[in-house]
């Protein structure tokens, strides 16, 4: 049976020369980089080079603007909280903005800050999962000091307005004469780096997330850009690395895994969104016409447009998510028939069932097991109809998809489908 593999929304294999490049530093370079003997020199030499690779893919002015993290959860992490707390200590601000369909790391970091004291507006978004510019400006107030909004969305693919929010705020910030304090913007671009051009003087952004394992690098490994002169408290104390902002002995390997992953999109990005653009379009098109076919109902979700090249997110009418097949009760879900097919998508998040007993759950009846399934925040957001989100595929495509396996993908789709309708 073959592999194919349609969820690089989720990660991504490490790229064979990402590979070779952080090898040496698990065997013979193994050096503390912040030791003065030559091993150890190696080795901070080994952190600077990619810290500037890093640095020349985003565009930013200097290297040190770069902080190795450990991935993108912390880097949001960092940005959301290290930017509320400063700004409270030293302006009294405690109100930032973000999206209601933001990645769950913005989200549950928004609800930790509020359970500390801080204000938090969720924005809506159109049918398009996008936020709207004025929405954001109606929401500033004085005591707004940070903003953030993602650059792409990870379930539907959708791009957000990020440099246009960025201006905005600007502008209102500077209307204030006396005081013009700085409301800072933040972008996690985990889902958009390697897709499509993301340099932070075009975005505007005061802070910019990056997590490696979505573009070909390891797990483990991310970045968070912090322009010059932004005000962020550290969160993890120690040492003095990345230049006093995060105390921890530095993982040499894999900072050199992702400045080899950001000089390869540097050097190969148009080449890789041309590619991605044309495997999904492919691939909508063969399901468009098993749809057509069979007389299936579908609507592909997100911005038609303004969206990234790989990720195709598609709902089909009246499918459920968890449709019970057998006398047993067992719950087989869309994708977890096309699993059994050979093909790894996700639901998207588009469907969370809550059975947390598998006992259980095989006891409810078929109705009771519908009514466990809900609706993802993001498609709720978009109010994609129940009939349709309930039936939702997210399918990302790679730089290594091939036309034999995206045809094999839409095949086992058109069986699943036949198999729940």
Known sequence: MPRVYLD??????????????????????????????????QAKEAVVNARAQVASMLGAHVPGEVVFLSGGTESINYALKGAAMAARRSSGRTHLITSCVEHVAVLETCKWLQTQGFQVTYLPVDRYGCVRVQDVLDALTPQTMLVSVMLANNEVGSLQPV??????????????????????????????????????????????????????????????????????????????????????????????????????????LHAYAVTMQESKMFLLEQIQKHCSLSNVGYQVNGHPEQALPNTLSISFENISATRLLDREYLSLSLFMLIEADGVYASAGSACHSHKHD??????????????????????????????????TLRLSVGRSSTQEELLHAANSIHKAIQQLV
């Open 358 to 391: 598998d006992n259980d759950s095989k006891k409810k009846s078929p109705e009771d097991q519908e009514e466990s399934v809900t609706v993802s925040h993001v498609l709720a957001a978009m109010h994609v109809p129940r009939e349709f989100a309930r039936g």
């Open 8 to 41: 690089f929304n989720a990660t991504t294999p490490v790229e064979p020369a990402v590979v070779q490049a952080l090898l040496p530093y698990l065997g013979g370079q193994f050096g503390n980089a912040s030791s003065s003997y030559p091993l150890g020199q």
């Open 163 to 268: 440099a246009e929010i960025s201006r905005a705020v600007q502008r209102y910030a500077q209307q204030d004469e006396d005081s013009r304090l700085p409301i800072l913007v933040h972008t996690d671009a985990s889902q958009a780096v390697g897709k499509v051009r993301v340099k932070v003087d075009e975005l505007g952004v005061d802070l910019l997330t990056v997590a490696g394992h979505k573009l070909y690098a390891p797990k483990g490994v991310g970045a968070l850009y912090v322009r010059a002169g932004t005000e962020v408290d550290t969160l993890i104390h120690g040492a003095s690395q990345e230049n006093g902002r995060r105390g921890g002995t530095e993982n040499v390997a894999l900072d050199v895994a992702l400045g080899q992953a950001c000089e390869l999109v540097e050097k190969n």
